[in-house]
């Protein structure tokens, strides 16, 4: 194919869509170009900055007609910072794009209609936790440019709580102040929650030389006395933030945070819903799908600190939550004991792993439910759920395209989906959190084969 673009051209554009990514699209002599930060309506002068063979990539040299759904963005940064994709789009506007990419993606399933997405109340700072990169040599903090490593010099970021963005302008100020000379700090990464105001600071560092951070964390406790800071440290040059050792340099390290009657408490490190009051929505929705299950079993694979698992506890005779993450676990456990909830069981391991012990066990749960990484499932993990055969199994994706893959094993093992509700857990970006309820019904064939996920 004879590409009719090539990188340095400059060329006049008009935006038709969004894509499955922070990019809009276009197209320039019928070759597709994605260009981040576009809106579609606008008509764009665009720089090409790469080429393939079905596709090219460009920048936004000019906008020369507005599109009627362009808004001005509440950030000064936005276009230069990768933290978001979408503020340039009107808010309505862009639910409605991102129903349409999960339509798209359950075209497969003919005959599934896909609720509206739940908006959120509050589109701005609705992150509880947030990783601020630091550029030492640079003498910047903020976050990474859009697919780059290039650190965005930032003041404060409108997606963060504000309790975050009053945390991080301190430290922010004390590393100007200094000089930036805190030779061995990588990551800022900052929790705060919601519901009880308890924050804690993790400063990622490269070596164990805590000459400097020191310093930045007694400034730190001193403009706020009550709140935890910690020291990881990650001497490896690779995309994973955080290593694997920590030290504690005041406070426990601790969060808590609380949905509805249920109070939970977890480590720094232990994984929980990035927007709490949107998960607070999606857990009524799951706990509306399996009321009165008073005689029936639940199990929660990927079950974390046991926030679904303790949510729905009360509908069910018995849950089992099953984790990989030992921290998560002992979380979990704790907050069972903390709520009063004796119904409750929680395992350390792999989720393939425990699933067969618990069926050897004779372990028959009537519903499970599915809250794995972005990369989905594991097919091997799907065909023992299709062999445990529940009656109902729920699926809470933070990719649509992974949760559409492990769907159609699911409804090739004959279940048959029932209910899908997409929900805006990260507004201004373009990730979609969806929400599928399936029930069992015949088999339709054998095993997929076992393949693990990239």
Known sequence: MNQPVKVGDKIKLTIDSVANSADAVGKYDNFIVFVPFAVPGDEVE???????????????????????FRVEPVCKVFGECGGCHRQAIDYSKQLEYKL?????????FPGVKINKVVAAKEPYYYRNKTQFPADMKQSKIGLYALRSHFVVDVASCPLVSKEINTIYAEIRTYLVKIKYAVPTLRHVVIRSAETTGQAVVIFVLKNEDFTRIHEVSSYLRYKFPGISVLYNINPEDSNIIMGDKHFVYAGDGRMAEKIDKIEYGFSAISFFQTNTAQAKIIFKKIKE???GSFEKTALDLFCGVGA????????????????????????????AKNNGIENCEFLNGRSETMLV???????KPSTIILDPPRKGCEQELLNLIAKCAPETVIYLSCDVMTLTRDLENLTGHGYKIEEVVPYDMF?????IETLV?????PALK????????A
């Not at 030992?326 to 456990?333: E, F, N, V």
């Not at 507004?427 to 990730?431: A, C, E, K, V």
Request: glycine share 6%; no cysteine; hydrophobic share 40%.
């Open 446 to 453: 054998k095993d997929l084969p076992v393949k693990k996920n």
């Open 100 to 108: 349409k990419i999960v339509e798209n993606a359950f075209k497969k």
């Open 308 to 335: 679904i698992s303790l949510y729905v506890a009360s509908e069910f005779k018995e849950v089992v939550g099953v984790e990989e993450m030992g921290q998560a676990i002992l979380d979990a456990m704790q907050n």
């Open 427 to 431: 507004p201004m970006t373009y990730h």
């Open 437 to 441: 309820r399936l029930s069992k019904g």
């Open 357 to 363: 012990k618990l069926m050897k066990q004779g372990f």
């Open 46 to 68: 665009v720089l090409i900055t790469e080429v393939r063979a079905n596709f090219s990539r460009g920048k936004i040299l000019t906008v020369l007609k507005k599109s009627p």
């Open 289 to 291: 799908w399996v009321k």
